[in-house]
């Protein structure tokens, strides 16, 4: 069975809100080690000891080993709360792993090939990862650290499934027996749209547009019936005269 990662844990006497409140000031953290056909411990954990391990994915994919009073336990991490606005640990669930009974844990799964793949080098595509990580099923000794997804002979518009990630002997994926699930694809990248803002002036352009030409032509058609009124006026001024000779 592959350890990789060891610390110490000692024993929790109190418990509630009030006791967990105590030891995350004093640098603390509360841990409930659970499973493995047995009742569950309460346990303390060390604050910074934590912090240095938690940002390795390994963590949380890997058997980690507890010691306890001087004996040592193997176990998995199911679960790592954090604090919402700070650094800091708040709780910690481990279930014990016993080593001829499967196990279930969440691993990563890695990517490569991605630059290379036709789709990408070639096509012009891009790379959507639908899926990171997948629970898997194995005994502790078949657990590796992680799966792995070769991608470098996709075309553009084609997609793995859960079904194509290649498994180590004895290591299966429980989900595959109700759906296969779409975990990468690569697609062409989407057209730029125009901006809402640009493409209502370019809208508006024209329409102000006709109507300054409109107010132009208003005052000019008007100039030019008032020309012709007064051409008429001036017809009939004479005719007034030479009746007035008469």
């Given at each position: 069975m592959r350890i990789s990662f060891s610390f110490g844990a000692d024993p929790r006497g109190a418990q509630g809100k009030g006791a967990s409140r105590r030891l995350r000031r004093s640098g603390k953290v509360p841990a409930i080690l659970y499973g493995g056909h047995k009742e569950a411990q309460p346990l303390v954990l060390d604050q910074q000891n934590l912090l240095t391990m938690i940002g390795d994915e390994r963590f949380y994919s890997s058997i980690v080993q507890l010691k306890i009073d001087g004996a040592a336990q193997e176990a998995i991490v199911k679960d790592v709360q954090m604090h919402p606005a700070k650094n800091v640990v708040v709780h910690v669930d481990l279930q014990r792993v016993i080593e001829n009974e499967a196990i279930r844990l969440s691993l990563p799964i890695h990517f490569r090939g991605e630059s290379v793949s036709p789709g990408v080098k070639t096509q012009g595509?891009?790379?959507?990862?639908?899926?990171?990580?997948?629970?898997?099923?194995?005994?502790?000794?078949?657990?590796?650290?992680?799966?792995?997804?070769?991608?470098?002979?996709?075309?553009?518009?084609?997609?793995?499934?859960?079904?194509?990630?290649?498994?180590?002997?004895?290591?299966?994926?429980?989900?595959?027996?109700?759906?296969?699930?779409?975990?990468?694809?690569?697609?062409?990248?989407?057209?730029?749209?125009?901006?809402?803002?640009?493409?209502?002036?370019?809208?508006?352009?024209?329409?102000?547009?006709?109507?300054?030409?409109?107010?132009?032509?208003?005052?000019?058609?008007?100039g030019a019936g008032a020309e012709k009124k007064g051409e008429e006026k001036k017809e009939a001024a004479p005719g007034k005269k030479e009746g007035g000779k008469k």
């Open positions: 595509g891009i790379v959507s990862h639908m899926r990171t990580e997948v629970e898997v099923s194995c005994l502790p000794k078949d657990l590796p650290e992680f799966l792995e997804l070769d991608l470098s002979n996709m075309n553009l518009n084609e997609t793995k499934f859960l079904a194509e990630v290649p498994l180590p002997p004895g290591v299966t994926i429980p989900e595959l027996a109700h759906r296969n699930a779409a975990v990468v694809s690569i697609h062409s990248p989407r057209a730029a749209e125009p901006e809402p803002v640009a493409a209502e002036a370019a809208a508006a352009a024209p329409a102000e547009g006709a109507a300054a030409a409109g107010a132009a032509a208003a005052p000019a058609g008007a």
